[in-house]
T-cell receptor, first 110, second 114 residues
Framework: GQNIDQPTEMTATEGAIVQINCTYQTSGFNGLFWYQQHAGEAPTFLSYNVLDGLEEKGRFSSFLSRSKGYSYLLLKELQMKDSASYLCAVSGYNTDKLIFGTGTRLQVFP | DVKVTQSSRYLVKRTGEKVFLECVQDMDHENMFWYRQDPGLGLRLIYFSYDVKMKEKGDIPEGYSVSREKKERFSLILESASTNQTSMYLC?????????????FGEGSWLTVV
């Protein structure tokens, strides 16, 4: 079967660092995505990892360990506008389908 | 910029009505998807299409059908809407495996069935 787990909710303070974890079990693996979704809006692409290691993009970084079925999204220097849901999604091998986790709702407080 | 456009942002339909949700993408992507998103359940794949006239069931296809007559357009059809189909529906598109993996979403269609 296929399963993607991430925490339901997290809170953090403006200016802080937060790490959102994602674990997955899928039949085959062809990459892991992170998306950001503000309330009432469509998800927007943040990052894509297919090889082990850390991908850094400005204040956001994403890490992948394929052997552990584990990824995290790291958000630095948090801003109020980072309050959103963060979706972890996995692409299976030789397929164009993406399977999504239920998302982590992050609230950033002043 | 990739643009995925969903024709209706907010709809209210009666139980038993036939409902069409239209989606158009302008990037010549092979793959198009329909998801629904519900609180606590995340995005669940209803159907996807990897080419014109080709379709494949996702995780929750019951009560839905799709149509892909042209490459740029992917329609989701609720033959007889029911209240448990009240949800937010998201269309998405993606280039083929050899062309990159990023999936692009439309703005979403909020459907209420009364």
């Amino acid at each position: 079967g296929q399963n993607i787990d991430q925490p339901t909710e997290m809170t953090a303070t403006e200016g802080a660092i937060v790490q959102i974890n994602c674990t997955y079990q899928t039949s085959g693996f062809n990459g892991l995505f992170w998306y950001q979704q503000h309330a009432g809006e469509a998800p927007t692409f943040l990052s894509y990892n297919v090889l082990d290691g850390l991908e850094e993009k400005g204040r956001f970084s994403s890490f992948l360990s394929r052997s552990k079925g584990y990824s995290y999204l790291l958000l630095k220097e948090l801003q109020m506008k980072d309050s959103a849901s963060y979706l972890c999604a996995v692409s299976g091998y030789n397929t164009d389908k993406l399977i999504f986790g239920t998302g982590t709702r992050l609230q950033v407080f002043p | 910029d990739v643009k995925v456009t969903q024709s209706s942002r907010y709809l209210v339909k009666r139980t038993g009505e036939k409902v069409f949700l239209e989606c158009v993408q302008d990037m010549d992507h092979e793959n198009m998807f329909w998801y629904r998103q519900d609180p606590g359940l995340g995005l669940r794949l209803i159907y996807f299409s990897y080419d014109v006239k080709m379709k494949e069931k996702g995780d929750i296809p019951e009560g839905y059908s799709v149509s892909r007559e042209k490459k740029e357009r992917f329609s989701l059809i609720l033959e007889s809407a029911s209240t448990n189909q009240t949800s937010m529906y998201l269309c998405a598109s993606k280039a083929g495996l050899s062309s990159g993996n990023t999936i692009y979403f439309g703005e979403g269609s909020w459907l209420t069935v009364v």
